[in-house]
């Protein structure tokens, strides 16, 4: 029996733990929360190639004083479809689950499409259908483009 090395990051009081991201996808997601947007206050602490029973490798992300919205959650669910989403608040977890993808994704990703009306001066907001889970494929409401690759396509 091989020992887990269990990492300990420093625990934080309030805020959220986004634990099980793929192997190396950590700065993807971190992208995602928009790092300029935290406050200066709030810690971050990034853990990298950790080893997981789960998942072999993961990374995980705890973030101070910052609960998700719907569409950054959203967002992950995308990019990193094995992370699990922990709120801590008084230095408790408060609630703990996987991301999960809704069938329709709205204003997360932009379309490919150039020639989409969500790519047009008019102020459309992109819509995605969840056309596959496994893996995740989406069709944009508007023009029907297929997407696959996620972080190119960011809002
Ligand atoms: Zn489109």
Redesign the pocket.
Known sequence: MTAVRELKLTPIQNGTVIDHIGNGLALEVLRILGIERIQQSSTVSIAIHVPSQKIGWKDIIKVENMELSARKLNAIALVAPTATISIIREQRVREKRPVALPDRIDGVLH???PG????QREPVE?EFEVVRRKPIVLR??????LVDDFLAQLA
């Open positions: 379309c490919p499409n989409c009306i969500t790519n992109s944009c409401a508007y023009c029907g483009r």
